[in-house]
Nanobody, 124 residues
Framework: QVQLVESGGGLVQAGDSLRLSCTAS????????MGWFRRAPGKEREFVAL????????YYADSVKGRFTISRDNAKNTVYLQMNSLKPEDTAVYYC?????????????????WGQGTQVTVSS
């Protein structure tokens, strides 16, 4: 069992930056593929970014590519999402997720464990 706790959300202006953190319980954190998803008001939860493997291979949604960076610190059981050049359309609840499954890593159903979410609001 893995428990995930996100932090770092808040209210910022367009163009600002935020760094989200997600800390996991358990001693096998480094074996999990970690992802970030978000759900904007009135929309489905959507994939944002993931990081996998000992080499830290990353993958991003087109909407955040070049602005967001996912990283992990296995010694701290923590995954980060650095968000730069934020836009109002980035406003959403951001969720951290973990999986040991091999499947479509951009879909929510592949992930076993979820955090409670952290609100990010970007004003124009």
């Amino acid at each position: 069992q893995v428990q995930l706790v996100e932090s770092g959300g808040g209210l910022v202006q367009a163009g600002d930056s935020l760094r989200l953190s997600c800390t996991a319980s358990g001693r096998t954190f480094n074996t999990y593929i970690m992802g970030w998803f978000r759900r904007a008001p009135g929309k489905e939860r959507e994939f944002v970014a993931l990081i996998r493997g000992s080499a830290g291979i990353t993958y991003y949604a087109d909407s955040v590519k070049g602005r967001f960076t996912i990283s992990r610190d296995n010694a701290k059981n923590t995954v980060y999402l650095q968000m730069n050049s934020l836009k109002p359309e980035d406003t959403a609840v951001y969720y951290c997720a973990a999986t040991s499954n091999i499947g479509s890593l951009t879909t929510t159903t592949t992930y076993n464990y979820w955090g409670q979410g952290t609100q990010v609001t970007v004003s124009s």
